[in-house]
């Protein structure tokens, strides 16, 4: 069965975060990502909880959204 990828988000008070992320991680979604993470970030979330329980699998780039997620976070 595949899952279809996509990102899904729950806040927990303004500086809290949950987002999870399904299916395969590729460019596309990153890229979405990336957006939210910073979209959370300016809208106040300093707390991230990230839940990649579904992923099926990931391009290499995660690692470059998640180290720039958490630089954005600390410059707030």
């Known amino acids: 069965m595949t ?3 996509g990102i899904s988000v ?3 008070g303004l500086e809290y975060a949950r ?3 399904r299916g395969r991680l590729e ?3 990153l890229d979405q990502l990336r957006a939210q993470l910073g979209a959370l970030v300016d809208d106040g979330a300093r707390y991230l909880t990230l839940d990649l329980s579904r992923v099926s699998s990931c391009a290499p780039e995660l690692a470059d959204v998640l180290t720039w997620a958490d630089l954005r976070a600390g410059e707030k």
């Open 27 to 29: 460019s596309k979604i």
């Open 19 to 21: 987002v999870a992320v």
């Open 10 to 12: 729950a806040r927990g």
């Open 3 to 5: 899952v279809k990828s």
